[in-house]
């Protein structure tokens, strides 16, 4: 399936289980790949939100990864990040700070079942 819009893989993405459980860094990282593949002119930030502890995505994974895109704000569940998660402290990071963030999987929520099938 060609994924033609950031809507439709939301969509796709939002079927998955316990997707802000452990996985908002993957659909954050997905997002940004769609975006990038459908040459999207808008501006986006990567946004760490810490709600708790140290704000040190080499040592603690954050509360929440989503993405500024435009004014809004956006995760794999939708346009609509929970509110909470903008009180937090944000971090912006880049995209290899990013990759490096979901890579350290020992820090993760792991409600999120990364690399098995269902």
């Known amino acids: 399936m060609k994924v033609k819009s ?19 860094g993957v659909s954050a990282l997905a997002l940004l790949e769609v975006k990038e593949k459908l040459k999207l002119k808008t501006p986006v930030e990567i946004l760490y939100s810490y709600r708790w502890g140290t704000i040190d995505p080499s040592q603690h994974a954050p509360s929440h ?12 569940y939708g346009f609509e990040v929970d509110k909470i ?11 290899d700070k990013l990759l490096k963030c979901v890579n350290n999987k020992d820090t993760w929520n792991e409600t999120f079942k990364r690399g098995t099938r269902s």
């Open 6 to 24: 950031l809507k439709q893989a939301i969509k796709i993405l939002s079927k998955i289980p316990t997707l802000n459980d452990g996985g908002c």
């Open 65 to 76: 990864v989503f993405l500024k895109y435009g004014n809004k704000y956006l995760d794999g």
């Open 85 to 95: 998660y903008l009180k937090g402290n944000l971090v912006k990071a880049d995209k």
